[in-house]
């Protein structure tokens, strides 16, 4: 039986580019949260993590009740768009 070993070099390559790559987004996307967190606090759109039911406790922000139901309604809206928009795709289609 032959072990062929020439892909192991370039996958492990690869996997450790990767990880270092999302080390470098994560890192970005943290300097560019912060201010993006303190506009979100300042216009109420999310709570701090102490007052919300749902938090992100890394980046101490999350969503009262109110705040869930207004996001699950939005995400249901969108949900139905799309479901209207594809149907009506699908109809011009036959």
Do not use: C, H, Y
């Not at 303190?38 to 992100?56: C, N, P, R």
């Not at 799309?82 to 289609?93: D, F, I, M, P």
């Amino acid at each position: 039986m032959e072990n062929n070993n020439e892909m192991d070099a370039p996958i492990a390559i690869i996997s450790v580019i990767s990880f270092v790559g999302m080390i470098g987004v994560g890192s970005l996307l943290t300097g560019v949260f912060t201010p993006v967190r303190g506009w979100l606090l300042e216009k109420k759109i999310v709570v701090t993590a102490q007052e919300a039911m749902v938090s992100v406790d890394q980046w101490g922000i999350g969503l009262d009740l109110p705040r869930i139901v207004l996001a699950g309604a939005l995400l249901l809206g969108a949900l139905a768009l799309l479901v209207s928009a594809g149907a009506r795709r699908r109809k011009g289609e036959k």
